[in-house]
Structure formats: structure tokens, C-alpha cells
């Protein structure tokens, strides 16, 4: 495909999930459908919409408009890329601008244009981020527009990241220590090879987000300690526990978002218990870790609809669960064991709040540790936006 044919082909799925489809939907279905795009033009269409995504306002502002069209002309003026090569009409192009596209707003006007249109942000969330952030909240959400770097966990059990970086570098896969975490190496090129790679293969590496290597290694576990993943989803944080030496049990409400974890341990060389919620009565662990759901909003370059499909009501529910999950979660931890709560959220009503709560309905605890991390962190060699708290269960005597 030509690079204007991708474009064409970024307006039409851009539409139908402006009609209300879900983004990766329509995605594959649009690969189905188009089966003689390559796996390089998939990726390059792919970036074209998330791309939009992230940066819905400002296109939206520099395009004249809301339709998929109107998002990509404001997205490529927003890079400074010259249009006319793009829409062409030619054959499989987009028609050419009209008069009215041609005279847009240029990045000069988005200088000028409201906060939320600038930082790609919904008006309504601003004061939330400037709650949470202050005078960094600026700097985030414009981080927040742009795609999140690739991150790599170095399997402790199995190699260390000097070995790990030669094993990718053999297969082309170049690298770089991450600043956040120890195990963390950043991914400077070929990333879409490293899952059909063999240092993936062999459990080397995975894929891993640095902000959440750092989640981990702040929890502090030790060899053989008892570890429950409460929330375990994939499992990834329940790897990155067991390659710590801990023993490690892995439950989640929805046992079906835990079907990939015993090949990924099997891969990783690890011993992970996956618990039914009946297999937990009467369990105790020296930790119980709760990686709660969220708003997403520390991983919004990721999963960039998610910013756009937030609302109040949503924040609510989310706030609700995530002190329900702390207050069940708390009955599994042992007399002196800990109780960590993190997510991958900025808002303080999801994070220093929901520890407020759960201190005042809860005696018998206190708090060893609270953190924040930011893509600003490292001199802006960070990760996704996390936060975790650790809590300690007094000792009853």
C-alpha cells in the first residue's frame, strides 16, 4: 500500500469508531477485509488511528472537524507533514483538500487554542490531573500524547540484562537499560519482533511496561514469601514477583483473564498457583497485592480511547470496587504481613483516597509506603503513571 492508500485506509476505520465501535474491532476487522495489506501497512494504518486517538482535540482542531478525515488532515498538519502528496485522489488516495481544508488553523492557532484543546485532554478531567499533579500535570498530559516507549522485563530467574540486551541484539532487537527498574531495558528497535523472537521464547524477556517493574520491586518481597496477586489479569506482575524468589499465588475475579498465565510461566521457568476465589478461605499470605482496576489514565498512550470514553459515573464505580477489593483483600493478610494497592491511575480519588478510606474503616494498620511514577520520571525516561501504597497489619497479640 502507499503511504496515502494508509492514510484512506486510517479514515475509514477512524469513521466507524466515531460511529461507536470499538477501536480494536474495527481494526481487525478491517485486516480481515483487507487481506492483501501486509503486516507493514496493518502497523502503519494501526498508528495512524491511535495516533488520532491520542490527539483526538488538536486534530479535531487543526482538521476542521470530527469525521476521520477531518482527525487525519489535523493530525498530519499537527507533524508538520505536507498533505498534498497524501490526498492526491489518486488512485486509492484520498481526494484533495477543498478551499475551506486548505485554510485550517495551523500549529500557530493550537498555541493559542483553550488548555484542553492543546494537551488533548477532556475539559472536565483537567482539574483532576492538576489535583493529582500540580505543576507537572502540563508536562504529563503532554506526554500522555504521544506513543508510550516499549519496555522489556529481564527475566531474573533465567538471565541477568547484560546477556538479555546481546540475546535481543542477536536477533536485531536493539536496546537500552531503563533508568526505572533494574530488570528494565527499553526497546530502541524492531519491537514487533521480539514476541516471535527467541529470548522471548526461551523466557528470557517480556513485555512489560518500566513504571510496572518499578511497582514490583517497591514492594520488597522476599525469598519465599508468600505473595497473592489479587487482581492478576495476564499475570505479568505475578511473574515479575516469582522471578523475585517469592512464592506466588495468583487470583482475579474473572478467572478467564488468567488463561495465558500458565504457558507464560511454563515459558518463564516460574511455579504460579492460580486460586479460585473458593481456594481462598482460610488463606493467609505474607502479602496480598492488589492491582486494582482503574481509569487507565497513567496509561492512556496505550490505550488512548479510554480517555475519551471516561465518565464521572464511571470514576464512581471504579472508586466503589477499588475499596471493596482492598477490604476483601485485607482478611488474606497475615498478622505482620502487608497489604499493597496500586493502579495505574494519576487521580487521587483512586489512589491517596481509597487508602484514606480504607485507614479510617480499618484499625490495626499502618503505612510503610506510598509512590508515585510518572513518564517525567528519570528525566523523562519514565514509565506509564502508577501509584502504589504498602500497608502493614499490626501484629495481634
Known amino acids: 500500500m502507499t503511504p496515502a492508500a494508509r492514510v484512506a485506509a486510517a479514515i475509514e476505520i477512524l469513521d466507524k469508531i466515531g460511529s461507536g465501535a470499538p477501536g480494536e474491532q474495527v481494526l481487525t476487522g478491517w485486516a480481515r477485509s483487507n487481506r492483501y495489506a501486509g503486516s507493514g501497512d496493518r502497523a502503519a494504518i494501526r498508528d495512524h488511528v491511535f495516533d488520532v486517538l491520542r490527539r483526538r482535540r488538536s486534530s479535531a482542531f487543526l482538521g476542521g472537524g470530527d469525521s476521520g478525515r477531518a482527525l487525519m488532515i489535523g493530525l498530519l498538519r499537527g507533524h508538520g ?8 485522489g489518486e488512485k486509492f488516495a484520498p481526494a484533495p483538500l477543498d478551499g475551506a481544508e486548505a485554510d485550517l488553523p495551523d500549529l500557530a492557532d493550537l498555541a ?25 500535570a502540563d508536562a504529563v498530559l503532554a506526554a500522555l500524547r504521544d506513543r508510550a516507549p516499549v519496555f522489556l522485563r529481564v527475566n531474573a530467574a533465567r538471565t541477568d540484562r547484560t546477556a538479555a540486551a546481546a540475546a535481543l541484539a542477536a536477533e536485531g532487537i536493539e536496546t537500552r537499560p ?13 519491537p514487533r519482533r521480539v514476541a516471535r523472537g527467541v529470548a522471548f521464547r526461551d523466557g528470557l524477556v517480556e513485555l512489560q511496561d518500566a513504571a510496572s517493574q518499578a ?12 505473595v497473592l496477586d489479587y487482581c492478576a489479569g495476564g499475570g505479568g506482575k505475578a511473574l515479575a514477583l516469582a522471578a523475585q524468589g517469592a512464592r506466588v499465588s495468583a487470583h482475579d475475579a474473572d478467572p478467564a483473564r488468567m488463561k495465558t498465565l500458565p504457558e507464560r510461566a511454563r515459558r518463564a ?47 464512581q464505580d471504579l472508586t466503589e470496587v477499588q475499596s471493596e477489593i482492598l477490604n476483601d483483600a485485607s482478611r488474606l493478610v497475615a498478622d505482620g504481613g502487608r497489604l499493597a494497592y496500586a493502579t495505574c491511575s494519576f487521580f487521587r480519588d ?17 503505612v510503610l509506603h506510598q509512590q508515585r511514577f510518572s513518564p517525567l520520571d528519570c528525566g523523562g525516561a519514565g514509565g506509564d503513571g502508577f501509584f502504589v501504597a504498602i500497608l502493614q497489619r499490626e501484629n495481634v497479640v
Open 215 to 226: 511497582v514490583v520491586a517497591a514492594l520488597g518481597v522476599g525469598q519465599g514469601e508468600r
Open 112 to 136: 493559542a487554542a483553550p488548555r484542553g484543546v492543546r494537551l488533548d485532554c477532556p475539559d472536565w478531567l483537567l482539574p483532576d490531573f492538576d489535583q493529582a499533579l500540580g505543576p507537572d
Open 269 to 315: 521457568g516460574a511455579s504460579i498457583e492460580v486460586l479460585a476465589t473458593e481456594r481462598l478461605s482460610g488463606r493467609r499470605f505474607d502479602m496480598v497485592f492488589c492491582d486494582a482496576p482503574c481509569s487507565g489514565s497513567g496509561a492512556w498512550r496505550r490505550t488512548p480511547a479510554g480517555k475519551w470514553d471516561l465518565s464521572a459515573q464511571r470514576r
Open 81 to 88: 507533514i505536507d498533505l498534498n502528496p497524501l490526498f492526491s
Open 350 to 366: 483512586e489512589n491517596e483516597a481509597r487508602i484514606d478510606a480504607f485507614l479510617s474503616a480499618n484499625s490495626g494498620w499502618n
Open 178 to 190: 531503563g533508568a526505572l527498574a533494574d530488570t528494565a531495558l527499553e526497546v530502541l528497535s524492531n
